[in-house]
């Protein structure tokens, strides 16, 4: 701002509202803006609340699965799966081993599909709108692997309590071999496409730096969390499942910028193909779930567990009063919560354009918000 | 460390403040007053064994007699993870805010005055963010809420 | 069949036959404008669909196939359907500007054609300042974005207008540079002799090096930005918050937006083609259907750029036209007079 007689402007306040094509789901800001900066942007969420906490308290544990599966539907294998192991901690029960790879199997399916989703929708927001379509049609294949399991294409209800509910048909494997056989392809087709792009990088470098310190105080995670620096991923960390079993790398970011993320989940889908393909090849046969009694009432105690999930760490807190079948207390936390919260203060001083991409680069969606 | 030791590090460092509820199940949980609240979350903090520079999670719950709200906290470094919660009574329930050492905090405090009706001092920004802004019906997380639709499922 | 341009042409049978003098001017002009019209209608519904065929191919989809073979009356169809929908004006708008908007909007854009050289005679008025009144009539476009953002009384509007007017302005100045120095080369403004000048293909001005190329691809980023499109497009994202200057217009008001930008894309790749590729110059084919050819092309080529970028921020967009293309439209404008002086590449 000058200090000579300049021309005299004011700021405004715009109100980037609930529909909008490029907010993930409902989520209004409300911005005050200096012309195309945006000095202050104070997010307005609870459009999407569906009151998922107080209706599981009203449901058995496994009718709660279904409502799991909505938390965060682009990955609802990842939410089914935190409420099973959670439960299956306070109950004490292990699930088999085929159990076990299946479940592995699908939630890296899971986290490839969401990053797909990822993937085309920042695209979208940045105006290429080709990689949008590319990034479905891999989509497709994986969605096809998941109806040919469970018969669904969204919500899945897969993940039980003790194990899975059906086991893979047989073209399941030759399938998956061959979708996971050309998936590095397509990989490389997208990344020839944006990544080298003068006009990819200079909207994606140095737009919404992350501090190191900043991600931790605000309890930022995953793939958001890695690209400011910290190294810290669940999966290997705080290992839950068989993770322990599989050989993969966890790629981490050094600036935080929305570039740094946009590489960071590439390399992730690419890990996670490795990890499919070391599960297929070792999985066993076997039971695929323990029997759990049909008046399934875990003894009195709660637990919090937490998982890696596509975008943070997602983590379910059950409290059992022992002696019913429903649960006292489920408290869901999702990462884009916390992601949203520190939306606003890495976005001042940016461009309107600047606050887009970030948000579709912090891969925030409203349910996992709301609730 | 695993959960033995550090069960005994906590209970050995903050003997007094820290009471053990252990169900031997997943990470353990403890106790703690609610007045000892802040002076505990600087000390793990700054502690450099514990390094607790994660906050996961903050729940509350209505157990039909008391509130309780459970922090589940984590360190990045050093491979930790517990909980910890404080409990009290329905009349006059509030806590203090800890987003002075986890800025995180912040949301979930707000959902938990916004849902259960427990206030939280020093917050400075206790609106309504989930529910309508017009929300007049009471705090629908507690156990004695009821509305006109809200339908209970019978026991099977 | 050589005809040294139509209005002449027509104005001279018209002479011939009698009619009184302002008769003979009435009807030539009239019927001058209405070839024109109906030529440019008739492309543009062209373009319409072929954008949708060829932005549904790169991205693996087939587009519009029912409505006629491989959907080729799908513009036709959405022509009707925009003509009966309800003229709405916002009840807040400035009503005269607000109207004005689209009709300067489609009469800047069919202006332009005036001087357009279709194939070998085939001009409608062969000017002698040809290209500079090309660049002159565009410039009209910034007239009718700021009165469609001033008038739909819409703090979006206005602001989506005012950015549009700015990119328009800001990528004028490296087109006419790099225009300038293939004027210098041909030594005239008027479209005839340009396309006069590059009768052999290897004088064509997109293969005098080192000047040819440069200019061609300043002209061609120029054009982009000047049409508004990806990844130039800033002003008309809808991922953006500001929709455009052409929020609050529906029905055929839109509809003719719509249309003039198609007439503009066309008019870019028509110039490119002229300046640049010959015009209609070649071989074995009539003379116009050499112009469609290469004018098609650069349009196919304008459409790939569209579906492959993603877009430029605002404030980078600017950065670019006044920090690098200007600069370098300059140089260029330089080389090719020292180029043109020295008689060294004049073959």
Known sequence: MTTTKALHTEEFLVNMGPHHPSTHGVCRFLLTMDGEVVVKAVPYIGYLHRALEKICENRTYPQCLPILDRFEYCTSMSCEYAFCLATEKLAGIQAPERAEYLRVIMLELNRIASHLIWFGTTSLDLGAITPFLYGFREREDILDLFEMTCGQRLTYNYIRIGGVSRDVPPEFIPKAKEFLDKFPAKIEDYVKLLNENPIWMIRNQNVGILPREMALSYGVSGPVLRASGIKFDIRKDDPYSIYDRFDFNIPTGKVGDCYDRYLLRIEEMRQSSRIVRQALEQLPSGEIKTKVSANFKPPKGEVYSRIENSRGEMGIYIQSPGDSKKPLRVKMRGGSYNHLQVMPEIVKGGKIADLVAVMASMDIIMPEVDR | ?156 | MEIAGIFKYLYEMLAKSGLPQLAVDLIALVASALIVFTFLAVTALFLVWWERKVSAHIQQRFGPMRTGWHGWLQTIVDMIKLIQKEDITPATADRPVFFWAPIIALTAAFTAYVVMPFGKGLIVSDLNIGILFIIAITTFTIISLLMAGWGSNNKYALLGGMRSAAQVVSYEVPMVVAVLSVVLFAGSMSMMDIVNSQAKIYQWYIFRLPFGPIAFMIYLIAGTAESNRTPFDLPEAEQELVAGFNVEYSGMKFAMFFFAEFVNLFTISAIAATLFLGGWQGPFLPSWMWFMIKTLFIVFVLMWFRWTYPRLRVDQLMEFSWKFLLPISFANLIIAGFMKYSRWFNW
């Open chain 2, 1 to 156: 460390m695993d959960r033995t030791e550090l069960t005994k590090y906590l209970l050995d460092r903050f003997s007094d403040k820290l009471q053990l509820l252990d169900t031997g199940k997943a990470e353990p949980v403890f106790i703690l007053k609610a007045e000892n609240l802040l002076e505990f979350c600087r000390t793990i903090k700054a502690d450099d064994t514990l390094a607790i520079d994660f906050l996961c999670n903050i729940a509350a719950v209505d157990t039909g007699d008391l509130f309780e709200i459970v922090y589940s906290v984590a360190s990045t470094k050093n491979r930790i993870r517990f909980d910890f919660k404080i409990t009290m009574p329905y009349e006059n329930a509030e806590i203090d805010s800890i987003q002075e050492f986890w800025a995180g905090a912040n949301w979930h405090e707000r959902e938990v005055w916004e849902l259960f009706g427990i206030n939280i001092r020093n917050h400075g920004n206790l609106t309504r963010f989930l529910l309508p802004d017009d929300w007049n019906q009471g705090f629908p997380m507690r156990k004695n809420w009821d509305a006109p639709d809200f339908v209970r499922m019978p026991e099977l």
